[in-house]
């Protein structure tokens, strides 16, 4: 293993141990009381509901383009790492479109079961993109399997530690990630960084941000805007990233 794999590797047990050893945290129901709950056409909670399409355009808009052609010169792990991010986009965006329909724990639970799709698909692809196609597979999978288990132990235990260590570590890792030199062309990684920071500002004030638009937008409909915006990071690289794709495909 090399020194970046061992590092990733260490980084990863501390979280799981963090996750196993931290105290539990129940899930707070004020989380389920939105600021703007206006109906439109029928539909409840409206510009949080439909926001949500946001996640499935971006995610459908990149399979279809990755389907059409390799528009990033990547190597293969790192496209399939992508594409199931894109995957992930998708399923955050129907299920969390379900959850905010009649916000409550369950729904909550199946908008969590897509966003650790979504999470499982970045983390393999960066660490693909900064340390190995190994190291790569590997912690997309267990990033997978830990996500879908630490949702399933909420859902038994009422126990949301392990889902927060997940979440919050996760974006730890990938800050971390961001400074490493690449080994090949990839995604923007500052660019899904500063797009989800905004995200969770968005959420956090998400009242405050209804009020100052004088009701126009709520700061959890921009969340979701925004968080579909971080998909962007994945699209079509800079020139000089592109020219140097071509050469690290013909090698």
């Not at 570590?169 to 990630?177: D, E, F, T």
């Not at 030199?181 to 989800?196: D, E, K, S």
Request: hydrophobic letters at 55%; charged letters at 10%; aromatic letters at 14%.
């Amino acid at each position: 293993m090399t020194q970046k794999e061992i590092t990733l590797a260490v980084s990863v047990l501390i979280l799981v141990v963090v996750a196993l050893l931290a105290p539990a945290l129940p899930q707070d129901q004020a989380y389920h009381a939105f600021a703007d709950a206006r109906a439109w056409w029928g539909i409840p909670n409206a510009a949080d509901t439909l926001s949500n399409l946001a996640f499935v355009v971006v995610g459908l808009y990149g399979l279809l383009l990755r389907a059409g052609h390799p528009f990033y010169t990547q190597s293969a792990p790192l496209r399939a790492w992508s594409q199931v991010f894109f995957l992930g986009l998708i399923a955050t965006g129907l299920g969390s479109g379900w959850y905010h329909w009649l916000p409550q724990d369950s729904g909550l639970a199946v908008d969590r079961y897509g966003m650790v799709l979504a999470f499982a698909g970045v983390l393999g692809a960066i660490a693909t993109h900064k340390v190995s196609t190994r190291a790569g597979h590997a912690l997309g999978w267990v990033s997978l399997l830990l996500g879908i288990s630490s949702v399933f132990w909420w859902q038994w235990q009422g126990n949301l530690t392990p889902y927060a260590v997940l979440q919050f570590g996760g974006i730890a890792l990938v800050l971390w990630l961001a400074w490493v030199p690449a080994t090949q062309p990839g995604p923007r990684w500052g660019w899904l960084l500063c797009a989800y920071i905004i995200a969770k500002v968005c959420e956090t004030f998400d009242q405050t941000l209804f009020d100052l638009t004088q009701h126009l937008i709520s700061g959890h409909t921009l969340k979701h805007l925004w968080a579909a915006a971080a998909g962007l990071a994945f699209f079509k690289p800079a020139p000089s990233q592109a020219r140097a794709g071509a050469q690290y495909d013909q090698q």
